[in-house]
Structures are given as C-alpha cells and as structure tokens.
C-alpha cells in the first residue's frame, strides 16, 4: 500500500482549532489523481465513523461536523487538510485518512482501502 501519513493532531481546549494532514505524496499523479480522499475518526469503545470527503473539488461532511470543518486539498503537494474549528469534547478521536476508488466519494468505511496510523485528537472541556 501506499502510505498515507497524518499530522497535526493534539490537545486542545473547546471552542479551539486544529489543522491535520495527511501526505499522500507516494501516489503517482495519475493515480492520486482518481482518488477520493477523506478524513475518519474512531473514540474508544466506538465504530470508526467518516468525517469528511473530498474528489475533484467536491466536498462532503457528516452532519455533525458541517460548518465547523473544512476539508482541502493541496495538489501540487498531494497532501490533504482537514481544519477543525469550534472543537468540541465529542471531537475527540484518533482520526485517520484514507483513499478510495469510488468516485461518489461517500464516507461509507469499506470503500475505503488503503488507510494512515492515524494522528489523535484530544478536546478538553
């Protein structure tokens, strides 16, 4: 698999801003190119759950974060950006990027196949 590496990830209070990304730079142009890209997060004891999604310009958000987040794209790098603004406790998560092959781009896990470590997110109240 081509790795996929995410940063950006700490702690910080509610109401607070993060910025993460995930360098897909290993992926040949063409390939990255095809590719719908999109952020998951998992808090312990829960499913993985998507968070965001991104392919050829067009975004998608669960609704749980729409308005506050702001997925992204930096082609020329390949490197994908999720900002989180207005945290809240319930942010908090190990959130993970991922690519799929499925151009409807839909935030459904098992269209997803090749996955990074991950980076955590911790929101305090």
């Known amino acids: 698999q081509v790795p996929l590496v995410e940063s950006g990830g700490g702690s910080v209070q509610t109401g607070g801003s993060l910025r993460l990304s995930c360098d897909a730079s290993?992926?040949?142009?063409?390939?990255?190119?095809?590719?719908?890209m999109a952020w998951f997060r998992q808090a312990p004891g829960q499913e993985r759950e998507g968070v965001a999604s991104?392919?050829?310009?067009?975004?998608y958000y669960a609704d749980s974060v729409k308005g506050r987040f702001i997925i992204s794209q930096d082609n020329a790098k390949k490197i994908m950006y999720l900002q989180m603004n207005s945290l809240k406790p319930e942010d908090a998560a190990t959130y993970y990027c991922?690519?799929?092959?499925?151009?409807?781009?839909?935030?459904?896990?098992?269209?997803?196949?090749?996955w990074g470590q991950g980076t955590q997110v911790t929101v305090s109240s």
């Open positions: 290993k992926y040949m142009g063409g390939i990255y190119a095809r590719l719908c």
């Open positions: 991922a690519t799929s092959i499925f151009s409807d781009c839909s935030m459904t896990r098992a269209n997803y196949n090749n």
């Open positions: 991104i392919y050829t310009g067009a975004t």
